[in-house]
């Protein structure tokens, strides 16, 4: 073989292994399954701090007559805002106060109220710091001159007491936040003494409701989901214990995207091992 020819042929499967080995990285990265390892604002973590504190609330109400006059809430200045819109002859109105300060939202929490002002609208999803402004202080949301919902904000969270009201102004319904976690939620400690958490259940009216939180006792997240209306929908996620050096998927459950669907049954849609390998995922999804 001469040498000009063998140059050639090395450089054609040298060139080959390059292009397949292109091929499978750039396959990896377009597959999410290729990898258990996820990047995420839970992960590693500690658990969330939920003392449902009824002092502190008092010492609140008493600064509250203090500041509402300078905008201030929760010793963050605010600025005021509304929405108006009309729709079959009704007029829609939302007063509310929104804080440009720098907060990121809870992760833990589910619905992030934020001030869109592009489009004028509260959203609960998508929120950016470039893109709108948590919701922060008292909220008002009235059909015609009619009070229907008032309640309070916390960094775009519910927080304290909401009220919602019939066309009447008669009060239909109360309840109760803190920092977004409604105060029927169920918590369970691994130990009482340091705030330890092993499992939040999200509580609301009786049913669950909300973003579902499973705790190794080393308070590393190890099982993510969510309830409606006392069900579990949606994909819920298992982790292995990594003693929080990264956060490696164990299992997924795919469950009901709508509550009460009586015809889906759950199955396992993908496992990985403690490396983040992937050791099995359910085809044909579609």
């Excluded at 609960?124 to 202080?137: A, N």
């Excluded at 939620?185 to 939040?200: G, V």
């Amino acid at each position: 073989m001469s040498k000009p020819f063998s140059l050639v042929l090395l450089l054609f499967l040298f060139g080959s292994k390059v292009s397949l080995a292109q091929k499978t990285d750039d396959s990896k990265k377009s597959d999410p399954d290729s990898s258990g390892v996820v990047a995420s604002a839970l992960l590693p973590s500690v658990a969330p701090l939920l003392l449902f504190d009824e002092e502190k609330e008092k010492e609140a109400k008493k600064e509250k007559k203090k500041k509402a006059r300078k905008n201030i809430w929760f010793d963050v200045k605010t600025q005021r805002g509304f929405i108006r819109k009309e729709l079959r002859g009704q007029y829609y109105f939302e007063y509310f106060n929104y804080t440009d300060a720098e907060r990121n939202p809870d992760p833990y929490i589910r619905d992030v109220y934020w001030y869109d002002p592009k489009e004028k609208a509260i959203k609960t999803e998508g929120y950016s710091k470039t893109q709108g402004y948590l919701l922060h202080g008292p909220y008002e949301r009235l059909v015609n001159d009619v009070v229907v919902e008032s309640g309070m904000f916390y960094y775009g969270m519910k927080h304290k007491t909401w009220m919602l009201f019939d066309s009447k102004n008669v009060l239909q319904d109360k309840s109760h936040f803190s920092e977004g976690w409604p105060k029927e939620s169920r918590i369970s400690y691994y130990n009482r003494a340091s705030n330890s958490i092993e499992e939040i259940i999200p509580v609301q009216y009786g049913l669950e409701e909300g973003n579902y939180f499973h705790f190794h006792e080393n308070q590393q997240i190890a099982v993510t989901g969510e309830y409606k209306y006392g069900e579990k929908v949606g994909l819920w996620t298992e982790y292995w214990d990594t003693q929080n050096t990264k956060a490696i998927r164990k299992r997924e459950i795919q469950y009901q995207e709508e509550p009460y669907t009586k015809s889906f049954r759950p199955y396992i849609r993908a496992e990985w091992d403690k490396d983040g390998n992937l050791l099995y995922r359910k085809e044909n999804l579609n």
